[in-house]
């Protein structure tokens, strides 16, 4: 029997669809909206796919800007804007990441343009109202309900392009968010729960992914698990994982996947003595005695880097990173100790073992 336990929980209202060849219903959800002239976003890389999400969609679509890049530049944003304006549309369809996300987030957030996102990787940010942004250099994080989509549309059929390498190190970050999630200040046992079940899917799946990308369930059961662990990040703050992959992209311009895969095993051993109930939860659902080295075996399974090194970072911004840290802090279960951080990048940067 569970414990009286007092608790708030957050829920955030947006509808979803999951499933194989849900993207086909975005029609009918652009109807439901009651808007009749789309604007089509994607990165370049992904044009293509755009397009052909375009013509399915037929005569609602008023333009198609292939233009969304990492971080939210506003720069970008103001383009595309501008051209919704001129367009006149009234509801945005985004297809792609966490970047294509981001900047149908900024162009909402500016217009209240209805939003439906259609995302392909596992980063998890339509499930969130975050909305990171970077101006000279700088990235800025705000937090407005204006922010989170109407309609979000999992298909997994437009999964099945994404890269193995970037499948394992995005659902690692999907992993980072439902982990930070059990051991989160305004934790509470619904989110626990959705955190669980998300880090139970995506462990299983990513390692099915890497050996044979075009598993339809594992790409499921993948993309299953980022929306709870999405669901996750919305709902509650984060701690020393999420500060130390917001410096490291922010000041080094590390990759946001790459990053998160490798600090996660790390900010987990950093965090372990303080959390014995997120511990406890971790190595029933992982079945192993040990979580942070679970994980980073878990990044040689998926073929992904387990160096700050490999992905650009040089030894001498350690230091600049730990002070950083210190410099504007955030909330964290067990209190952050210079040397102890300085140990932890240290290690991430070398590909080292986590500190238990
Ligand atoms: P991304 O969106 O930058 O995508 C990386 C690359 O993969 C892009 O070139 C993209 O076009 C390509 N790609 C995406 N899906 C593909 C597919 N299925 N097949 C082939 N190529 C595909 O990467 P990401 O990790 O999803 O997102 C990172 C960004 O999202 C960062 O800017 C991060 O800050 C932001 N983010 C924000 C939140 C939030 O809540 N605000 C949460 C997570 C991430």
Known sequence: MRTLETFTYNGQPSRVIFGSGTASLIVQEIERLGSSRVLVLSTAPQEQEARKLAAGIGEK??????????????????????????????????????????????????????????????????????????????KVTQSNP???????????????????????TSGI?????????????????????????????????????????????????????????????????????????????????????????????HALAYNAPSVPDAMAKLRKALRTDDPPIAFFELLNRVAAPRALSDIGMSASDIEIAVEEVFERPYWNPRPLQKSAIRDLLGRAHAGARPAI
């Open 173 to 265: 970050n999907a992993i980072a968010h439902a982990v930070e999630a059990l051991y989160a200040k305004e934790r509470n046992p619904i989110v626990s729960m959705m955190a669980i079940e998300g880090i139970e899917a995506l462990y299983g799946a990513l390692p099915l992914i890497a050996e044979n990308p075009s598993c339809r369930d594992a790409r499921s059961n993948a993309l299953y698990g980022a929306w709870l662990s999405g669901i996750c990040l919305g709902s509650v703050g984060m701690a020393l994982h999420h500060k130390l992959c917001h410096i490291l992209g922010g000041t080094f311009g590390l990759p946001h996947a790459e990053t998160h895969a490798i600090i996660l095993p």
């Open 146 to 168: 204006r922010i989170l989509p109407e309609v979000v549309i999992y298909d997994v059929d437009l999964t099945m392009t994404l890269p193995v390498g970037m499948s394992g």
């Open 61 to 138: 679509v008023a333009g198609v800007f292939p233009g969304a890049v990492m971080h939210t530049p506003v720069a970008v944003t103001e383009q595309a804007v501008g051209l919704a304006m001129s367009l006149e549309a009234d509801c945005l369809v985004a297809l792609g990441g966490g970047s294509t996300t981001g900047l149908s987030k900024a162009i909402a957030l500016r217009t209240n343009i209805n939003q439906i996102i259609v995302p392909t990787t596992y980063a998890g940010s339509e499930m969130t109202p975050i909305l990171g942004e970077t101006k000279g250099g700088e």
